[in-house]
């Protein structure tokens, strides 16, 4: 096991020169029926975190909540298993995330993933943001048609669906 640290202190324990670690484990998610696979990273422990994968995929798939993510491309078969390529004492999620980039590069070919792992907290909060954005609007269009081009009713005029968030899209 390799520690692996990421800037010039953790965040945190905020005193320069001194890491507190945890374990890390960055993993990828197989099936023998298919040739790609998905890589991850976690300070769960590796089973916690398959666990957690299933479960977001019973909720998609069973219930439709939640989003569609690159790991459910091989979660629908039944025999996909979570394999732990390597574990290592981290500084912080930065520092994971970072090492987790390494392996993405290294094994990208054959990938579910699309997107790399961002290791800096402004681009990440950045990109999420965007992509919320986009996803919020593509959910509201898909269900409500405010903003395409065949809705006849004005925002005003449209009844409200159930669950609706109003403000942020220009519903209200």
């Not at 998905?38 to 975190?49: A, D, E, H, V, W």
Request: proline share 4%.
């Amino acid at each position: 096991m390799r520690k692996f640290t990421h800037g010039a202190f953790s965040a945190r324990n905020k005193i320069p020169g001194k890491y507190m670690t945890q374990t890390g484990y960055i993993y990828k998610l197989i099936s023998p029926q298919s040739e790609k696979f998905y890589i991850g990273s976690t300070f769960l422990l590796p089973q916690k975190r398959f666990d957690a994968h299933r479960y977001y995929f019973e909720q998609y798939t069973k219930y439709g909540t939640g989003t569609k993510n690159y790991a459910h491309e091989l979660l629908k078969y039944p025999d996909c298993r979570l394999e732990v390529l390597e574990t290592a004492e981290c500084s912080d999620r930065d520092a994971l995330r970072a090492l987790e980039r390494v392996w993405f590069d290294k094994l990208r070919p054959n990938l579910t993933n699309k997107n790399a792992p961002i290791d800096d907290n402004e681009k990440r909060r950045l990109a999420q943001k965007a992509y919320q954005a986009k996803y919020k609007a593509s959910k509201c269009c898909k269900h409500c048609g405010a903003h395409s081009s065949g809705s006849d009713l004005s925002d005003e005029d449209r009844p409200a669906k159930r669950g609706e968030v109003f403000g942020e899209l220009g519903h209200g």
